[in-house]
């Protein structure tokens, strides 16, 4: 059929308020780094031992762990999903890796020594992995709502942990002549530096790096945003629900397993509760880094950055003398605030 | 209080931007008590906008409401409500676990004397304001139990029960039958001759002589003008709408049909339809008719692997076929542009990303994006489909639906889809864009490739299609040629 719209009169409709458009979006995307520089100014000029490069590597030694759990979680979210189960999945993960490299184990009446601590590594690992996609296939298999399934395996997978490690930290004292401690490249893992840059958070940094190139530019990574931007469409236009419920959940166990090991370096040790609640602390971090919490809209970058705010966060108000009982509250309020200025600002320009 | 004939509402210059878009353009418009003035425009023309502005739901940027010859200066739903405008909204906005009473009187339940509620009294109430529409509804009845048209009812039902006397329609007819449609065009009747002025948003050009005082168009966000309804003819009215003449909604340039595409042996959905045989072949549209739950939404989803059948077979190209999902459709060469825009696209994501979602769903998860093609076929399909407007970067929820659908279309075009089911193409998009989704329907096949069109327009089927097998209670009644395909065989077969 033959158009001839009056062309120069349609783009002058569509063209009067893009460069607000342009800037509104800017500051959607980077609203949460202004927010974090900003924080990291205020608390310079509050307080003196904040910008130190013992207290910067610090903050950032610790904040490795949940952003590792976040950058995971960001793509359970970005479908639609929640995954409560990470901290359970970490702990699980470090345990069986921390168990098998230092004690000796005896299957079927035949004595193994302690793996080495590579093989025992990548077990973890593989644990983590098995267990974030049983997550995803019962969700996906049988419908079962994800809060649901993740609060289940949340508690199962801390059991099991429990039930690895005997409810004793790991290296134990309990292990007898034959343990053998952690080996040093995996406490330097969690606590050496690389020119001055803690290597725990250069592990996530490159995680992230990884998982920001997965989700902008393989079809798992488009597949994950349509998910959660709409099932119903995801489907019809061919993308397979299922097995990109089962892919998010198993990369959401890959990084927590990834986080758990980590962690287990810089403990030098490793137990079965370890990282309790930190679940909640990653899910704050992806919503704070603004990965819109019902799915389709969000990312990594952001999920690190969201865990660094709540570090920051943590680590001023103890610097600030702040009673413990407040910064919970405190820390509480500035999720609920942020969240809240994000809808708010999302509703302003969609409307 | 205001006489028949006076002016119940008018608007002066009235704009209303939004990102990127200005959708009201100094608009003008007045409402007198008793008449239907009928609102026309293409989607994304500014209707929506504009209802929603005199619903208070959007403040406008500029100019002035008058209601009853008063000033508004802030109309917002409660005010609009307390200047006693109802709105009948496109979509259904009823609570479905609630009866029709509830509903009907939502936020208005009488109550007793202690303060319970009054459930005699609502059914009473219910039952007077269901009368009036000449609907025999029982009041206690569950809404979500309700067929569509049924509830469609309800929802006129629930504005009439707050005795407006302004009344906005949006599409009131889209779900309702011939019968249907006829009785709400005599309450419609009853209502302007006790002075209550409506404004009737619609799609069928041929309501605007038979409901119809005076008819508005809109477009691009402009007033075009303001004409009688009685005789004012259909084609001048299109051409206000689109901005130029379209001599033609339909067009054929096929040639003759090729070898069979897909066929059904014996198809069956337990429950939908029952042992359907039929062919299509590539080169020729093949329609499907039925009225609302024949059974053609449900054979649409089991053709495209959404739903499993319970018997019969699906053979595309002589070999038979065992769906899981639309991937292994999809596979097979087949498109679906589904009836419902918004389970087809994500709302969030560009046209470009929306169109080449097909295109990963014979690839391995770790496939790498094809970006750049991705890029080059969407600034193409834009050009060539007139998609408006043209940012390739603005999400698609911002698009009308008739752009949309152009998206949907751009998706199969571009994964070399060979055969294409189009479930209802035109729903809910305006003229101008339909002749285009057409005319793109006759250059695929023309071009080879086998077309399935479920539709419960006869118009658009004896336009259309080389075939139509119209479907009656899940079986096949009858198949059509199109020199016999019109209003009357196709209604007598399917009903």
Redesign the interface.
Known sequence: ?A????SS??AA??S???R??TL?RWLTRSGPLLALLAMCLILSLVSPFFFTTDNITNITRQTAFVALLAIGQTFVILTGGIDLSVAAIAALSACVAAVLMTQPIELFGIGLGPFPPVLAMLIGVLVGVMAGAFNGIIIARFGVPDFIVTLGTMTILRGLALLVTGGFPVPSFRAGPDAVPLPDFLIWAGTGSIFGIPVAALIALLVMAIAWWVL????????T??VG??R?????????VG??KV?VYAVSGLCAAIAGIVMVGRLSSANALMGEGDELRSIASVVVGGTHLFG??GGVVGSVIGALIIGVLGNGLNLLDVSPFWQRIAQGAVIILVVVLDYWRRSD??? | MVAPGDTALSLRDIDK??????AL?SVSFDLRAGEVHVLLGENGAGKSTLMKILSGI?APDGGEIRIGGEPVPRLTPETASAHRIGMVHQELCLVPQMSVAENILLGQMPKTGLGAIDWPQARRLASKVLDRLGVSLDPKREVGELEVAEQQLVEIAKVLSREPRIILLDEPTSALSDAERHRLFDVIKTLTQEGVGIIYISHHLSEVPMIGDRVSVLR??KMVGTLPARDVPEAELVTMMV??A?ESQF?RHRGEPKATALEARGLSLRGHFDNLDFKVRYGEVLGIFGLMGAGQAELVRVL?G?TRPTAGQLLVDGEPQNFT???D??AKGLA?I?RDR????????PPG??M???W??????????E?ARERDEIKNYIGSM?I????PDREI?FFSGGNQQKVVLS?WMSSGSRILIFDEPARGIDVGAK??VF?LMDGLAAEGAAIIMVSSEPAELSGMADRTLVMRKGQLATQLMNEHTNHQTLLSHAG
Request: hydrophobic share 35%; glycine share 8%; proline share 9%.
């Open positions: 059929m158009t001839t719209e009056p009169d349609k409709r569509y009067g308020t893009t607000k458009d509104n902008r530019y393989t079809a798992f990574g488009r597949a945003f349509a931007g709409n119903q469409a995801a489907r019809i236009a061919g993308i397979k097995q990109t892919l389709g809209q320009s969609q409307k | 931007v939004f990102p990127g878009v200005k353009d959007y691009d966000g901005g130029r379209v067009q495209f959404l999902g639309p991937s459709a999809i679906l589904y918004r389970e087809s696209l994500v709302p969030l994501m990303p929306n080449s979602l097909a990963l769903s014979d690839k391995p998860p770790w496939a790498r994006l970006r007139n408006e407007p043209p940012l929820m998706r002749a285009q005319a």
